[in-house]
T-cell receptor, first 113, second 113 residues
Framework: SQKIEQNSEALNIQEGKTATLTCNYT??????LQWYRQDPGRGPVFLLL?????KEKRKERLKVTFDTTLKQSLFHITASQPADSATYLC????????????FGTGTRLLVSP | DSGVTQTPKHLITATGQRVTLRCSPR?????VYWYQQSLDQGLQFLIQ???????AKGNILERFSAQQFPDLHSELNLSSLELGDSALYFC????????????FGPGTRLTVL
């Protein structure tokens, strides 16, 4: 069956460290993958999109990698800050004949001062 | 502020009732998406409209229906409500397709008692 897996356990790190979040998928062949940030009770906010032919994408302190062989994307936040505390969702195109985004359940990141 | 508006913010109703959730997309966006987010299910894609026409369908129940009007605002109708329909309902919009960045609204929190 098709699955998108993100670590359901919260990731606790100290301010200034690099946070690395993982998104694994099964039985999908996405043309692209997106990462979103969601704060409690609010809508997701788009962060980055990476296409299947791109290995890495960067935006300020954010870096995303996409390995279609491993069927995995890694999301890094360098020099993390308490304000980065949120839930991070990965999403990919459902490649079911029409375009739709399928979301993982997200990983909660807690950055302590 | 994403530019996507949703009303109402909160809705409390009883089982068996019918409610309508409203969404106004960002100016210029032609696609509207509806998502349901509950604690145990994550963010689930329900349906997409593009310029007034249904484009893609996800796990939308038969009791739920949606439409997009000529002015591009959209409504999600939920009928014969059950306790399990309690969730956050998000609307998102994008320029054209799901490969474009999706901008999410603040959501409507539905509580069915």
């Amino acid at each position: 069956s098709q699955k998108i897996e993100q670590n359901s356990e919260a990731l606790n790190i100290q301010e200034g460290k690099t946070a690395t979040l993982t998104c694994n998928y099964t039985n999908y062949s996405p043309a692209y993958l997106q990462w979103y940030r969601q704060d409690p009770g609010r809508g997701p906010v788009f962060l980055l999109l990476i296409r299947e032919n791109e290995k890495e994408k960067r935006k300020e302190r954010l870096k995303v990698t996409f390995d279609t062989t491993l069927k995995q994307s890694l999301f890094h936040i360098t020099a993390s800050q308490p304000a980065d505390s949120a839930t991070y969702l990965c999403a990919l195109d459902g490649n079911t004949g029409f375009q739709k985004l399928v979301f993982g359940t997200g990983t909660r990141l807690l950055v302590s001062p | 502020d994403s530019g996507v508006t949703q009303t109402p913010k909160h809705l409390i109703t009883a089982t068996g009732q019918r409610v309508t959730l409203r969404c106004s997309p960002r100016s210029g966006d032609l696609s509207v998406y509806w998502y349901q987010q509950s604690l145990d299910q994550g963010l689930q894609f329900l349906i997409q409209y593009y310029n007034g026409e249904e484009r893609a369908k996800g796990n939308i129940l038969e009791r739920f229906s949606a439409q997009q009007f000529p002015d591009l605002h959209s409504e999600l109708n939920l009928s014969s409500l059950e306790l399990g329909d309690s969730a956050l309902y998000f609307c998102a919009s994008s320029a054209r397709s799901a490969t474009d960045t999706q901008y999410f609204g603040p959501g409507t929190r539905l509580t069915v008692l």
